[in-house]
């Protein structure tokens, strides 16, 4: 192969890959914006004739370490009319996770289906169970979790000025535990609070996060939960926003979930979270994008949203289109590459983080190596149904659980 038709298949490569990379760069764009705008005065009071009995749903697979703080967590919020009832699904467990709840003050409710595994299942189990109860407002909060003390009260504002779902702020609890938990966390706070701000501001659905939202009654019976993949919150909410529906950012509350501090726990966790988003894309984009060209525009957002990769990947592929000789591309990838800068920025200001977070942005080089390590997995992940499992966490105590 002469030197010519080398350059002129690295040039393509590179301007196949700056392209691959232009709707999350217009993503970042877009949220980036939103997210530092000033917020959008709170919409007024629905008047309603409904009494809102709110049920804390907490999904636990062998969480026996940390239920215990979580359930107390929940029972601590300030109630707006009424104490809110916390649901622990102990779904295949192995270990105390039911019994230590239940000392907590959790109501429990058994689960064990081992043909069916999986965050998903142990959702719609406990919705069907709790909606035949009377309960019509449910808030999922993981079992590693600790909440603020306003959670009830402000979700349920935004439920009576006529939400459909809401999302709250999603941050690490143990951000200083390690250099890994401190990206984890700026990168939380451009995921789960920049973002979904962002979309608040221009009056988009805000998305669900897993850890921290809620849906009412009347949610759940026209779109049950029945999203069963490793990523069954993005699964569920492009459900909602297909059937016309939006999620409310509630800017003024937080959910605290435990991040792993070993490296076989992260990158257990971070390859099935990410190889699932992967498989999304592959088997949820082509859709979407054919709904937007028939004229579904409110579905561009979400498309957008699906086709901007996990933040380190996509620096990644900027970085090897950064190398391509042709100067167009090198013009775009720098332009890209500076507002990736600037979200991130905009994330640590507006998510409340600090100058430490800020220095652990000079070495974030090491992050995109262990970003590099994990493909292999994750390639593997995106091609198949990964089982809920455990992810192995730090205790407080030192030991690993």
């Given at each position: 192969?002469?030197?010519?038709?080398?350059?002129?298949?690295?040039?393509?490569?590179?301007?196949?890959?700056?392209?691959?990379?232009?709707?999350?760069?217009?993503?970042?764009?877009?949220?980036?914006?939103?997210?530092?705008?000033?917020?959008?005065?709170?919409?007024?009071?629905?008047?309603?004739?409904?009494?809102?009995?709110?049920?804390?749903?907490?999904p636990a697979h062998d969480e026996e370490s940390t239920i215990a703080d979580?359930?107390?967590?929940?029972?601590?919020?300030?109630?707006?009319?009424?104490?809110?009832?916390?649901?622990?699904?102990?779904?295949?467990?192995?270990?105390?996770?039911?019994?230590?709840?239940?000392?907590?003050?959790?109501?429990?409710?058994?689960?064990?289906?081992?043909?069916?595994?999986?965050?998903?299942?142990?959702?719609?189990?406990?919705?069907?169970?709790?909606?035949?109860?009377?309960?019509?407002?449910?808030i999922v909060v993981d079992a590693d979790s600790s909440v603020t003390r306003?959670?009830?009260?402000?979700?349920?504002?935004?439920?009576?000025?006529?939400?459909?779902?809401?999302?709250?702020?999603?941050?690490?609890?143990?951000?200083?535990?390690?250099?890994?938990?401190?990206?984890?966390?700026?990168?939380?706070?451009?995921?789960?609070?920049?973002?979904?701000?962002g979309r608040e501001r221009f009056g988009m659905s805000a998305g669900i996060?897993?850890?921290?939202?809620?849906?009412?009654?009347?949610?759940?019976?026209?779109?049950?939960?029945?999203?069963?993949?490793?990523?069954?919150?993005?699964?569920?909410?492009?459900?909602?926003?297909?059937?016309?529906?939006?999620?409310?950012?509630?800017?003024?509350?937080?959910?605290?979930?435990?991040?792993?501090?070993?490296?076989?726990?992260?990158?257990?966790?971070?390859?099935?979270?990410?190889?699932?988003?992967?498989?999304?894309?592959?088997?949820?984009?082509?859709?979407?994008?054919?709904?937007?060209?028939?004229?579904?525009?409110?579905?561009?957002?979400?498309?957008?949203?699906?086709?901007?990769?996990?933040?380190?990947?996509?620096?990644?592929?900027?970085?090897?289109?950064?190398?391509?000789?042709?100067?167009?591309?090198?013009?775009?990838?720098?332009?890209?590459?500076?507002?990736?800068?600037?979200?991130?920025?905009?994330?640590?200001?507006?998510?409340?983080?600090?100058?430490?977070?800020?220095?652990?942005?000079?070495?974030?080089?090491?992050?995109?190596?262990?970003?590099?390590?994990?493909?292999?997995?994750?390639?593997?992940?995106?091609?198949?149904?990964?089982?809920?499992?455990?992810?192995?966490?730090?205790?407080?105590?030192?030991?690993?659980?």
């Open positions: 192969m002469s030197a010519r038709l080398l350059m002129h298949v690295w040039e393509f490569a590179g301007a196949a890959i700056a392209l691959c990379t232009l709707p999350g760069s217009v993503e970042l764009l877009l949220l980036t914006l939103g997210g530092v705008l000033p917020a959008k005065k709170n919409q007024a009071r629905v008047e309603s004739d409904v009494t809102f009995r709110v049920a804390f749903v907490v979580c359930v107390k967590s929940l029972r601590e919020c300030d109630s707006y009319s009424g104490d809110a009832a916390v649901y622990v699904v102990a779904d295949n467990c192995t270990d105390q996770t039911a019994g230590l709840a239940a000392e907590a003050g959790a109501n429990v409710l058994i689960r064990d289906d081992s043909a069916r595994r999986g965050k998903g299942y142990a959702l719609d189990f406990a919705f069907r169970k709790l909606l035949a109860r009377g309960f019509n407002l449910f306003n959670l009830v009260r402000d979700f349920v504002k935004a439920f009576e000025s006529g939400a459909d779902a809401v999302q709250c702020r999603y941050k690490v609890r143990n951000s200083s535990g390690s250099m890994r938990t401190r990206w984890m966390n700026i990168a939380l706070m451009a995921f789960n609070v920049l973002r979904p701000r996060l897993g850890n921290g939202f809620a849906l009412s009654q009347a949610t759940l019976e026209k779109v049950p939960y029945d999203a069963v993949s490793v990523v069954e919150d993005l699964e569920y909410h492009l459900r909602l926003v297909r059937a016309g529906l939006t999620v409310r950012f509630v800017d003024t509350a937080t959910v605290y979930g435990e991040m792993p501090l070993s490296n076989k726990g992260a990158s257990t966790q971070r390859a099935r979270w990410e190889g699932g988003r992967f498989r999304m894309i592959r088997e949820s984009a082509p859709g979407l994008a054919r709904e937007v060209c028939r004229g579904q525009f409110r579905l561009l957002e979400p498309l957008l949203e699906l086709l901007l990769l996990p933040l380190g990947f996509h620096v990644l592929m900027l970085l090897f289109a950064l190398t391509t000789p042709m100067a167009a591309v090198r013009y775009y990838v720098a332009a890209a590459l500076t507002l990736v800068a600037a979200h991130i920025l905009a994330a640590i200001a507006i998510g409340g983080g600090g100058w430490r977070d800020v220095g652990a942005l000079f070495v974030a080089p090491l992050y995109l190596l262990w970003k590099l390590r994990i493909i292999p997995q994750l390639i593997r992940n995106s091609g198949r149904s990964t089982a809920w499992v455990r992810t192995e966490r730090q205790t407080r105590q030192g030991g690993l659980k």
